[in-house]
């Protein structure tokens, strides 16, 4: 019964942040309210509060279901993986997967929202905290005493976030799982040597 019921909550969830997402492209964040969101999802204005405090975070709410995602599936990889391989494994099987290219210029309208980017980093730091504690159970290390898990998740996010944005606006746009392969070789490489490797 628990699982059926979480099955719904989720359903809903999804609803009011597509519904929320398909407005605020056609409209404009401004030209929404809270109360257009839950009638387009067909639920009560009380149902909308129940999963989110605003729209902004409604609209920002798939952006935070993929990072959330890429999170639990990098936890749920082999625990004797090297990081980066654990990383690479993770974010392959979540990312194409939810950035859906039907839904570019829906994306594309939600990062040329400036009032949406607290929002979206607000959210995307909560999973940053949430990665940082996965990778020092992974390496074995206290995130108080060392760094590593704290910049490694730090750079990740961010560099998630940024590569799907370029990719978003990108005249020709690579595959998603051949530009993970690239970020995932640039964060191994590091960037001491410059854009080529060189």
């Known amino acids: 019964m628990s699982g059926l019921r979480e099955r719904k909550k989720l359903a809903t969830r999804t609803a009011l942040a597509d519904a929320a997402l398909r407005l605020c492209v056609a409209h404009g964040l401004d030209g929404v309210t809270v109360e257009q ?11 909308f509060f129940n999963y989110f405090s605003s729209k902004e975070e409604a609209v920002v709410a798939g952006d935070v279901a993929t990072a959330a995602a890429f999170v639990e ?15 690479h494994s993770a974010l392959v099987d979540v990312v194409p997967d ?3 290219p039907e839904r570019v210029a829906q994306l594309r309208a939600l990062r040329r929202t400036p009032a949406l980017l607290p929002h979206q980093i607000a959210a995307f730091a909560v999973q940053e905290r949430e990665l940082a504690a996965v990778v020092a159970a992974r390496v074995g290390v206290d995130p108080a005493v060392d760094l590593y898990p704290v910049m490694f998740a ?13 990719w978003l606006e990108a005249a020709e746009r690579p595959e998603l799982p051949e530009l993970i392969d690239v970020m995932i070789a640039r964060l191994d490489a590091g960037f001491a040597a410059g854009p080529a490797g060189e």
């Open 37 to 47: 969101v839950a009638t387009e999802a067909g639920v009560s204005l009380r149902t």
């Open 73 to 87: 599936a990098f936890a749920d990889r082999p625990r004797d993986e090297p990081v980066l391989t654990a990383l």
């Open 98 to 100: 939810r950035i859906d």
């Open 154 to 166: 730090a750079t990740v996010m961010a560099t998630l976030r940024v590569v799907v944005g370029w």
